[in-house]
């Protein structure tokens, strides 16, 4: 926390990452398929946690989903900045959205067997959700020892963003608000649509803007909140 002077609010500081894996290279859809980071993933941990010292962010706890790119990006990002000994949780509510059977498929060939106002509808729409994983599938996370002490009836096999949403949220509650209110800065490396749950909530934004919001990767976005977490600022960092 950082207050400038007596009489102003208390700032909260969130700096939040958005990581770039293999199958996202590729072109396929990645979701919960733990793929590790791309090279250019690894240069824009490294140039995120550059950002992160320029602008003095030295955040008090790091909070991650399981995924290895989002964790890998992480203990980058925190050997740069010199943070590696803060307290770190990786859970996997901050996964990426389950994208179902889809998962780990060719999005042009996708496009290609279902249509691609189809193939749209289920990338961009907010609550329809793509064919589901059959429960016997082997990519399916109750086959992940990762998982093993998460109750398989939560476990997705395929998710909408309000589906996503509706799974990220708990974590802000108990975990990343907690931390905010007790005046630590908190790093949050998680993906595209984990990262929207959250600004959907923090800016109150339309589920049908929320659709529309595009978060790049590898750049640090920094809200700072006041003393009931409402959003005063929110920017890239530069």
């Not at 979701?31 to 090279?39: A, I, P, Q």
């Amino acid at each position: 926390a950082l207050p400038s002077s007596p009489t102003c609010r208390m700032r909260r500081r969130i700096p939040t990452i958005r990581r770039t894996g293999a199958c996202s290279v590729q072109n396929r859809f990645t979701g919960w398929t733990d793929v590790d980071l791309s090279e250019r993933g690894e240069e824009e941990a490294r140039r995120a946690g550059e950002l992160i010292k320029k602008h003095d962010l030295f955040f008090d706890v790091a909070y991650s989903s399981v995924l290895k790119r989002a964790i890998r990006t992480q203990h980058i990002l925190a050997e740069v900045v010199d943070r590696v000994w803060v307290p770190e949780v990786h859970h996997w509510r901050l996964n990426e959205r389950h994208y179902g059977a889809l998962q780990g498929l060719n999005k042009a060939d996708t496009a290609k067997k279902y249509g691609e106002e189809q193939v749209h509808i289920w990338r961009r729409s907010f609550d329809v959700t793509p064919p589901l994983l059959d429960p016997d599938d082997s990519r399916c996370a109750v086959f992940e020892d990762k998982y093993r002490d998460v109750d398989p009836a939560v476990l997705p096999l395929g998710e909408s963003l309000a589906l996503t949403i509706t799974r990220v949220l708990p974590f802000w509650q108990d975990y990343i608000a907690p931390s905010l209110l007790s005046g630590k800065t908190v790093l949050v490396t998680a993906h595209g649509n984990s990262l929207r749950a959250l600004i959907k909530y923090l800016d109150d934004i339309s589920d049908e803007e929320i659709v529309k919001l595009e978060i790049p990767t590898g750049i640090p976005q920094l809200y700072e909140l006041d003393g009931q977490l409402h959003p005063l600022s929110r920017k890239y960092l530069e």
